[in-house]
């Protein structure tokens, strides 16, 4: 996702990422390769979007309009910084008749337990808001990135205090371990079938013509794939076909497994 905040506060030395951006130089585009004619659509439900403060809304009745179905929001990164969209921003989009959900940027300065608690101030989920961790190189500040420790003590955290796992958002060489981004980093240690995450649905970052599954998820699959990271309208999966939606200057895109019944009693069962 890789968005970038302003500084609105915070510790100095804060990265300023987040969902909703420029994909790591690690990801691969195949502008040339024919895609399928039915593009994303044959993967599951394209109606998906997320966004932060950096993407400029102008009406969230347009967005629903463009057949996007839900929006998940930035809500907080780190310990110590909320989006300040984020409030206003979901009630409007929930006016609008849109699903919504929220997602948290993990840093290492804070515990995981000490960002599930900030994230969950803000984000104030109720039983149909689908939450998820942003787990994902800190290219800016790679010492500042989110161990796998840290991301399982958070997803912990947010199931005890609602009852539900959050998704978690990854690239599969990220996931896997591999040498991924800007710096050509790598997660402490890889996500084994073992972990505390594989309980989490899979929100799958892949920019290529189909994802590539992370071994910790081989059997179970991806739930939501972001195949568009739009933040400076060029980056796409399917060749240079336009993935515009009315009502926002850009966003990400995302795919969903299944058909709108299944997102519907999904999404409003909180992710589940």
């Not at 057949?67 to 989006?83: N, P, S």
């Not at 989920?125 to 994902?136: C, F, K, R």
């Not at 500042?144 to 840290?150: C, E, R, S, V, W």
């Not at 739930?223 to 060749?239: C, H, K, M, P, S």
């Amino acid at each position: 996702m890789i968005s970038r905040r302003t500084w609105l506060g915070g510790a100095a030395g804060l990265t300023l990422s987040g969902c909703g951006g420029t994909p790591p130089k690690g990801a691969t585009f195949d502008k040339t390769a024919a895609h399928p004619a039915s593009g994303p659509s044959a993967f599951g439900l394209d109606a998906v979007i997320d966004i932060s403060h950096n993407v400029t809304v102008t009406d969230f009745a347009a967005v629903r309009r463009s057949k996007i179905l839900a929006v998940i929001h930035k809500v907080t990164e780190g310990g110590d910084w909320f989006d300040p969209s984020y409030g206003s921003r979901r009630r409007q989009a929930e006016a609008a008749g849109l699903l919504w959900g929220g997602y948290h940027f993990g840093t290492r300065q804070y515990s995981g337990e000490q960002q599930a608690a900030a994230f969950l101030s803000a984000c104030q989920p109720g039983p149909a808001t689908v939450m998820a961790l942003d787990l994902e190189p800190n290219d800016r500040n790679p010492r500042n990135t989110m161990t796998l420790a840290q991301a399982e003590a958070f997803v912990l955290a947010v199931q005890r205090a609602t009852g539900r796992m959050p998704m978690l958002y990854g690239h599969p060489a990220w996931l896997d371990g591999e040498r991924y981004g800007r710096r050509r980093l790598n997660l402490d240690r890889p996500v084994t079938p073992g972990s505390t995450l594989t309980r989490c649905e899979l929100w799958l970052a892949d920019y290529r013509e189909e994802p590539r599954i992370p071994i910790a998820w081989a059997q179970k699959g991806w739930r939501l794939w972001q195949y568009v990271a739009d933040e400076t309208e060029q980056n796409f999966a399917f060749g240079s076909e336009p993935r515009a939606v009315a009502g926002v200057g850009h966003c990400d895109r995302n795919v969903f497994k299944g058909d709108e019944a299944t997102l519907q009693r999904w999404w409003r069962n909180g992710g589940r």
